[in-house]
């Protein structure tokens, strides 16, 4: 342990977090500190394909343990494009020598989406198609983890019209995978994923449409402890998306809801393209004229502006008014109508939760 970059008490207090993400007794965590260190962790191959890089984005921000300890002392892993030092050429042939070295031992782990239209050639990497190099690479691995919605289900490179033809890996080469989705996904779901794998020699159990269990076997509503409200009147997908994000915080620090947003299903299929619209216009617009705390009642503005003027009156108005809020304002006196803010539910509804009796008004 002496010399891994990670002190003793950092990777036990990390060996916990996986225990408790696995839904394992804290009486498991010697056998994970071992599973861990060992030698015989299988390789890790990353790839990455049609994506923002969010995913790896949300790894390398990873604090507590930071991106080095896990990549270096937790997970073997032996090709990233995204941080290793090689490029070009080199790149291209140490990827291909990783795969010829551990054929049938390594752990791929696939980030972005597969564009497959016209024989793929909309994703190409080093002169060859993202199609090619997955039906290349991806059947020599021992498992595969599509890593974020695009790897599973396509995520946004598949949102309508999909004009390159993106898929998630299974669908685009035929794959069976072990879907960790969201965007992006948590990292400690990919860690606990291969812990699990490590201790017990195969692959966490999975849902039907190939997603572990123990991240996303129940909704984000079972788990809210609506921190400031219940967001289900700002269109919350909570109710209805499968992931831990509500007891497994991101950097165990935070999550959408915490943070006074509602969630957007970002871990379910075609998210981009059902979930929509994430943002009502008319929040939108209050809340670029109002204050940023200021979350706008939607029945009663829709209600008091919406039957007369349309839908879009703020937006038009916005782009003609030198001063928006003023001519809110206005409007809203001479409709004798007091903007709402959540700060005011209880004005209307005591048993808000978070509500106090503040109203915002001029
Ligand atoms: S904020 Fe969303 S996830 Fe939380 S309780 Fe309300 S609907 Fe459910
Ligand atoms: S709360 Fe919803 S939108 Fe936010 S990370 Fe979790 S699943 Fe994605």
């Known amino acids: 342990m002496k010399q891994r970059l990670i002190d003793r008490r950092s990777f036990l207090k990390y060996c916990g977090t996986i225990a408790a993400t696995l839904g394992l007794s804290s009486t498991m965590v010697p056998r994970i ?18 994506e923002c890089t969010g995913c790896s984005e949300a790894f390398l921000r990873a604090t507590d343990p930071g991106v080095a300890d896990i990549l270096l ?4 892993v032996t090709y990233h494009e995204t941080i290793q030092v090689a490029c070009g ?3 291209e042939y140490n990827r291909d020598q990783a795969v010829a070295d551990h054929a049938g031992e390594f752990i791929c782990i696939v980030e972005g989406a597969i564009p497959t239209a016209d024989n793929g050639i909309y994703g190409m990497i080093g002169g060859r198609t993202m199609l090619d190099i997955a039906r290349a690479v991806i059947p020599q691995a021992r498992h595969t983890i599509a890593l974020g919605t695009c790897a599973a289900y396509g995520g946004l490179p598949a949102a309508q019209p999909n004009p390159t033809g993106a898929k998630g890996v299974k669908d ?22 291969i812990t699990s794998y490590l201790l017990n020699g195969r692959m966490p159990s999975l849902r039907p ?8 076997g129940s909704t984000v509503h079972a788990a809210c402890t609506v921190p400031h409200g219940c967001m289900q009147g700002y269109n919350c997908k909570g109710p209805r998306t499968y992931n831990n994000c509500a007891s497994l915080h991101y950097n165990q620090e935070s999550w959408c809801v915490q943070a006074e947003h ?19 216009p008319m929040w939108m617009s209050m809340f670029a004229t109002y204050r ?6 939607e029945e009663q503005t829709t209600a008091s502006c919406t039957p007369c003027h349309g839908g879009d009156i703020f937006e038009k108005e916005e782009a003609r008014q030198s001063n928006p809020r003023k001519f809110q304002l206005a409007m809203h006196r001479e409709h004798e109508i007091s903007l709402m803010t959540n700060r005011s539910c ?4 005591p048993e808000a939760p978070g509500a106090t009796n503040e109203r915002i008004d001029d």
Request: proline content about 11%; overall charge negative.
């Open 262 to 280: 509602q969630c957007i299903g970002c871990s379910e299929p075609n998210f981009w393209d059902l979930n929509q619209p994430f943002y009502n």
């Open 89 to 91: 050429q080199k790149a």
């Open 292 to 297: 940023a705390t200021a979350t706008p009642h």
């Open 33 to 50: 500190v071992k599973a861990l260190t060992t030698d015989a962790r299988p390789p890790v191959i990353w790839l990455h394909f049609a």
């Open 346 to 349: 209880a004005s209307c509804h």
């Open 172 to 193: 685009a080469i035929g794959v069976d995978t072990i879907n960790i989705t969201g965007c992006p996904p948590h990292p400690m779901n990919l860690v606990a994923c």
């Open 73 to 76: 002392d937790v997970l073997n």
């Open 209 to 216: 449409d190939g997603r572990p269990e123990f991240c996303h």
